[in-house]
């Protein structure tokens, strides 16, 4: 059984809607380098979701930032950090037949 690493790439959610990707990556920057923040944009009203992705270079980086990112409150909102969860094609093909 292979083990699972953590990953470098963040779920970010609970975000102020005002909050921008540069302010993003701003933000998460301090821990390491950054390959890149996005913010969820609404696609008819292109106005962020209030949650987005970091993916950092490495993965300590990005343990480092979840432990220090995780129940802050930035913009008067408590954010939430976790690992970004992938789905594979075979998760995410359920059939019903």
Known sequence: MAKRLLGS???VS???F???NKDLKRLFSPFGA???ARLVVDPRTQ?????????F???ADAQS???AMNGKIIDGRLIFV???????PQEGNHSTK
Not at 47 to 55: A, E, I, L, Q
Not at 82 to 88: D, F, N, S
């Open 82 to 88: 976790e690992v970004a969860k992938t789905i594979t």
């Open 9 to 11: 790439q963040l779920f």
């Open 47 to 55: 106005r962020p979701k209030g949650f987005g992705f970091v993916t």
């Open 14 to 16: 609970r975000l102020s």
């Open 34 to 36: 950054i390959t890149e």
């Open 65 to 67: 930032a979840l432990r």
């Open 18 to 20: 005002y909050t921008t």
């Open 57 to 59: 270079e490495s993965d």
